[in-house]
């Protein structure tokens, strides 16, 4: 067995343990943390996968954003779901859930350990189309040109949960800003982390962002470290939360589906089919919607993260 | 060399494992965020480590991506859990 | 030369290894959250400082290394806040945590 | 074994796991984690197909992981609005519980929640 071997069981056995004590904690912010610290060892999975795109991904949104979300509500919750409230399952029942889930488990191994060593792929279609898209890196050509249409189809998801987010408001907040007013004094130490972390920060995401065009990094990931940046601004109080009615916020919300789907109907006009990119032109068009997707991106996550509106709007 | 390098990432992951069975189990709220900034540290630690010895492309952004969000966990439990106001300034800090 | 390379990351990275050592053997042993924190930052610190050390010169462009740099330096204010934030957090509830 | 079936089968573990949790486990917000460990679980199987399809120069397939990147980005808005509906619920009930017994208030229509 070599070292990287070895390396890869105790990686694999951790996360594993991990998952087990995020099912099994006995409070729910014990489960939350190892929740985070699970994240951050998929990162490595991913990396051992050679999917360093997605190890990305999975660091800056899986663990970063993601636990900021979960950690926040838990710290909220401390006081809510006290265990009187709740109906556990009885013994039995919890019995045959167990068999149940190893039953799906075991399937799912199966199928695991039965896949083809050289299975089907499409990396080699990738490549050969490669040079047309002006791109280096394939996992972004995939989102931006080949399968563009999942990609703008998934931007109008984040607006969709950015609305149902919003409309758990009660009536009078609709419009007005997330999160309570709260005390004028910031935390002093969180502030000094805001105040050096975020023109870094800023820095980073459009630095992934702009590489993301021919080496990992890509237009998900910079908006999700220019997001957190936003958010750990906003949670030092150095900025309030905006009004949820303000114009800007909404174009920004909206701006990247809507430059998608301009640059698809563009396609269909110019370029013969829905999503066509005219040849020659195609690195300028996909940068320009990257811009505006990294722009939406980073506006959404944070008012995700913020939660409906609970303050009365300003007028 | 290679070898090297992906020992001591499974010496460093192992270290954490231990520090992680210690303080994810508590008592207090704070041992448990210590366990998230542990494995961020510990995480980078290998990350950069794995990737040397494995010669993976772009992980360095990676581990910069962990490294700006490293706090992120304590941040937001600070954010929640402390009251509106904070009696805790008043004592001359 | 190279043999020279291998031999500073090694005793760099082993240095390294050791403070993280030190840091989890600190959890392990010490009685209270404060002092399993100072425990703690101490990973951070050197830890990770001397496998960025060691790895400095295997950088493949002075980007890399520029790159690794940043990294050590943003967990270092990342470990410096949070154990403030904790610490804080600690004297707040009393010594119950 | 590679590492890349010893990953997928750590996936096929954490679907089981994060089924159980979903089922076994009353709080609203355990089981939130426990759905989004199932999730990622799946993304772990993506992986080692994506790894399975490496070639033409490429370590992995690239489609399965792109799918995956966007996966990840959905699933953190399904968890995004599946937080605020319980902490909506929290306010309006006054407990985060799916009990109703364990309901302090009535959930009304939510405008004189505070």
Not at chain 1, 34 to 56: E, T
Not at chain 1, 287 to 305: C, G, Q, R, Y
Not at chain 4, 83 to 108: I, K, S, Y
């Amino acid at each position: 067995m070599s070292v990287l071997q070895a390396l890869d069981i105790g990686l694999a056995s951790l996360v594993f343990a991990v998952a087990t004590w995020t099912i099994f904690a006995p409070g729910a912010f014990a489960a939350t943390v190892g929740y985070v610290v699970y994240g951050l060892l998929l990162a490595l999975v991913w990396i051992r996968l050679f999917a360093v795109d997605v190890a990305l991904t999975e660091a800056a949104i899986g663990s970063g954003v993601t636990g900021v979300l979960l950690i926040g509500a838990a710290a909220r919750l401390r006081t809510a779901g006290t265990a009187g409230d709740e109906k556990p399952l009885s013994g039995l029942s919890r019995l045959f859930v167990a068999v149940l889930c190893v039953l799906v488990a075991l399937a799912l191994a199966g199928v695991v350990l039965l896949l083809p060593d050289q299975g089907p792929s499409l990396a080699q279609q990738s490549m050969q189309a490669l040079p047309e898209t002006g791109l280096g890196n394939p996992v972004t050509a995939v989102l931006i040109a080949y399968r563009a249409f999942d990609t703008m189809l998934e931007k109008v998801v984040l607006v969709l949960a950015v609305v149902g987010v919003w409309s758990l408001a009660a009536d009078k907040y609709w419009g007005g800003a997330p999160g309570e007013a709260r005390a004028a004094s910031p935390e002093p130490t969180l502030a000094f982390l805001a105040q050096i972390l975020a023109p870094l920060g800023i820095l980073v995401g459009i630095h992934v962002f702009w590489v993301g065009a021919d080496e990992p990094g890509g237009a998900f990931q910079g908006g999700a470290i220019l997001a957190a940046m936003w958010i750990i601004v906003m949670m030092a109080r150095l900025t309030e939360a905006p009004q949820t009615n303000a114009f800007w916020l909404r174009v920004a919300l909206v701006a990247g589906s809507l430059v998608f789907l301009a640059a698809g109907v563009a396609g269909a006009i110019f370029a013969g089919s829905f999503f066509a990119y005219p040849p020659g032109f195609a690195k300028p068009v996909i940068l320009f919607i990257e811009a505006f997707m990294v722009l939406s991106i980073a506006v959404t996550l944070p008012m995700l993260v913020a939660g409906p509106p609970r303050r009365e709007p300003r007028q | 060399m290679a070898e090297f390098l992906l020992a001591t990432a499974g010496v460093i992951l192992f270290t954490v494992a231990v520090g992680l069975v210690r303080i994810l189990g508590g008592p207090g709220d704070a041992d448990r965020l210590m366990a998230a900034q542990l494995i961020g540290t510990g995480g980078i630690g290998a990350l950069l480590l794995i990737s040397a010895a494995t010669g993976a492309h772009g992980v360095e952004d990676v581990a910069l991506g962990l490294a700006l969000l490293a706090a992120f966990a304590s941040a937001a439990f600070v954010n929640s859990a402390a009251p509106a106001e904070a009696p805790d300034s008043a004592d001359g800090r | 030369m190279s043999l020279l390379v291998d031999l500073f990351s090694i005793v760099a990275i082993g240095a390294g290894v050791f403070f993280f050592l030190a840091g989890t053997v600190g959890l392990l042993r010490f009685p209270d959250a404060l002092s399993r924190l100072h425990a703690l930052t101490k990973a951070d610190n050197l830890g990770l400082g001397l496998v960025v050390l060691g790895l400095l010169p295997r950088s493949e462009s002075l980007l890399a290394a520029l790159k690794l740099v940043a990294i050590w330096a943003l967990v270092q204010l990342a470990g410096a806040t949070a154990a403030q934030l904790v610490g804080r957090a600690v004297r707040r509830k009393g010594t119950a945590a | 074994m590679t590492s890349a079936t010893l990953a997928g089968l750590v996936g096929a573990a954490l679907v089981g796991l994060g089924l159980y949790g979903l089922i076994a486990n009353p709080q609203p917000l355990r089981k939130i984690l426990a759905f989004n460990l199932m999730g990622s679980g799946v993304f772990l199987v993506f992986g080692i197909v994506a790894r399975k399809g490496a070639g033409a120069g490429l370590q992995a397939d690239p489609v399965p992981q792109a799918m995956v990147i966007t996966g990840i980005v959905v699933a953190f808005a399904a968890s995004a609005l599946a937080v605020a509906l319980v902490l909506r619920l929290f306010e309006a009930a006054g407990r985060a519980t799916l009990n109703p017994d364990g309901w302090t208030e009535p959930p009304g229509d939510g405008a004189g929640a505070e």
